[in-house]
C-alpha cells in the first residue's frame, strides 16, 4: 500500500500564533509532496508542490513567507503556518507522490482542521 | 488559468442505476485525470486515474476521456448508498511538474 500520515488531525490556535503541520509518507519515499487547503463547501486548492531538499514552489497568491514548508527526507514534509489568522482556519491536506513531479497517482493524508481564534 | 468545471448537483440516482458525473477542463495540454471521491470532513481518496483517449474499467467504475472535446466522465453502475459521496474531477497539466487541480465536485446521492 501507500500510506500518508498527517499529524495532528486538529488543532485549535490562537490568532498571532504558529502552527506545525507534518506529513509523512509511511511505507514509501515520497519524490514529490504537495500541500492542499480546502474550505467549507469548496474544492482542494493546491498551495504548494516540494521536492525533497529542494525549496518549494508556491501557488500565485499564496504567501511563502507566510506559509513555511520544508521537505527535509523522502518521507517527511512539514507545513508552518506563521502568525495564523482566522482566516487561516481550513481544512489543509498534504499528498505524496512516488515519481517526480506528482504524475502518477498521489496519496492523499487524512487531512489537519486547523481553527484560529 | 487552468480551470475544471463540475456540476455541483446534488445528482440524485436510484439504488441499482447508472450514475454518470461529467468534468470538463480548460488546458488542452492537461495530461492525466483522476476520480477522487470525498466524504464529508474526510480527505479525498482515488477512485480512478485514466491517461488516454477511450473507456477505462475498473470493478463497477467506469472512466472516459474525450481529449479533442477536453471532457472526462465516470459511470458508476449498480450504485449503491455506500456511494453517496462528493466526486472530485482532478488533472494535471502537460507541462513540468504540478499539483492536481480539483473541480469543485458533484455530489452524488443514491436513494434507497
Known amino acids: 500500500g501507500a500510506v500518508v500520515s498527517q499529524h495532528p488531525s486538529r488543532v485549535i490556535c490562537k490568532s498571532g500564533t504558529s502552527v506545525k503541520i507534518e506529513c509523512r509518507s509511511l511505507d514509501f519515499q515520497a519524490t514529490t509532496m504537495f500541500w492542499y487547503r480546502q474550505f467549507p463547501k469548496k474544492s482542494l486548492m493546491l498551495m504548494a508542490t516540494?521536492?525533497?531538499?529542494?525549496?518549494?514552489?508556491?501557488e500565485q497568491g499564496v504567501e511563502k513567507d507566510k506559509f513555511l514548508i520544508n521537505h527535509a527526507s523522502l518521507t517527511l514534509s512539514t507545513l508552518t503556518v506563521t502568525s495564523a489568522h482566522p482566516e487561516d482556519s481550513s481544512f489543509y491536506i498534504c499528498?505524496?507522490?512516488?515519481?517526480?513531479?506528482?504524475?502518477?497517482?498521489?496519496?492523499f493524508g487524512p487531512g489537519t482542521r486547523l481553527t484560529v481564534t | 488559468q487552468k480551470e475544471v468545471e463540475q456540476n455541483s448537483g446534488p445528482l440524485s440516482v436510484p439504488e441499482g442505476a447508472i450514475a454518470s458525473l461529467n468534468c470538463t477542463y480548460s488546458d488542452r495540454g492537461s495530461q492525466s485525470f483522476f476520480w477522487y471521491r470525498q466524504y464529508s470532513g474526510k480527505s479525498p481518496e482515488l477512485i480512478m486515474f485514466?491517461?488516454?483517449?477511450g473507456d477505462k474499467e475498473d470493478g463497477r467504475f467506469t472512466a472516459q476521456l474525450n481529449k479533442a472535446s477536453q471532457y472526462v466522465s465516470l459511470l458508476i453502475r449498480d450504485s449503491q448508498p455506500s456511494d453517496s459521496a462528493t466526486y472530485l474531477c482532478a488533472v494535471i497539466s502537460g507541462g513540468g511538474a504540478d499539483g492536481l487541480t480539483f473541480g469543485k465536485g458533484t455530489h452524488l446521492i443514491i436513494q434507497p
Open positions: 516540494s521536492n525533497e531538499g529542494s525549496k518549494a514552489t508556491y
Open positions: 499528498s505524496a507522490s512516488k515519481l517526480a513531479g506528482g504524475r502518477d497517482e498521489q496519496y
Open positions: 485514466i491517461y488516454s483517449n
